[in-house]
């Protein structure tokens, strides 16, 4: 046997070696071997823990109420006559709607803030408004801030569908009433003068007419 045929004996053996030991080593195709496993399968599952489960507790009213108070299941009839509704975003408005409605009082201009007013609340504003003017007597007002704001109550009507919601504020503000001959009457431009009211809006769920209306003031 020349030595070519030798060499070649020699590889060949090494190389049956090579594949029985990667065929013990790595397993074969065939046999047992589990299917692939689908992409899907392997991605991370999301859980749906957040989703909101009807009668569960709904973050948007029990922040600002007790859970299972009067005014916690009024709100809730609310949400469920017109979905959007939402308590957070209402009480922002309620925070502008008393800065406008307090300052435009206070500088008689009652025209803007109207279609904000139900009518026996418009009514007094405008007689006070009056009173003041006859008496020669304006108000010089420097709305500050906004303290405080909170829900205070709600009701609901389910049949007319009419719902009503108090808010407490706490506002500063600089107040001065000054006579016809321009005198001080009344405050001072260097104190500041906290007022404490209870506002309640008005408004009929899923009314096409977005807007609330003050129906009440109070303290």
Do not use: C
Request: proline content about 5%; cysteine-free; glycine content about 8%.
């Amino acid at each position: 046997m020349n030595g070519s045929l030798i060499q070649l004996l020699v590889l060949a053996g090494i190389a049956i070696f090579l594949i029985l030991k990667l065929r013990s080593v790595l397993g074969t195709r065939d046999g047992f071997e589990k299917p692939p496993i689908p992409l899907e399968d392997v991605r991370p599952r999301i859980r749906r823990d957040f989703e909101v489960i009807e009668g569960g507790l709904d973050r948007d009213i029990i922040d600002h109420v007790a859970e299972g108070s009067d005014a916690a299941r009024a709100l809730a009839e609310m949400k469920k006559a017109e979905p959007a509704f939402a308590v957070g975003p209402f009480l922002q408005g309620a925070r502008g709607a008393y800065e406008m409605i307090l300052t435009a009082f206070e500088k008689g201009e009652l025209d803007r803030i109207r279609p904000f007013l139900a009518d026996d609340v418009e009514a007094s504003f405008a007689e006070a408004i009056a009173a003041r003017e006859a008496e020669g007597l304006t108000i010089e007002a420097n709305f500050l801030g906004i303290k405080e704001l909170a829900l205070h109550d709600a009701t609901y009507n389910p049949d007319s569908r009419m719902a009503e919601i108090s808010v407490r504020f706490a506002a500063d503000q600089t107040y001065v009433v000054r006579n016809k001959a321009g005198e001080i009457v009344e405050g001072s431009p260097r104190e500041v003068k906290k007022t404490r009211d209870i506002w309640t809006f008005a408004r009929q769920m899923g009314s096409d007419d977005p807007n609330w209306q003050l129906v009440a003031t109070g303290d």
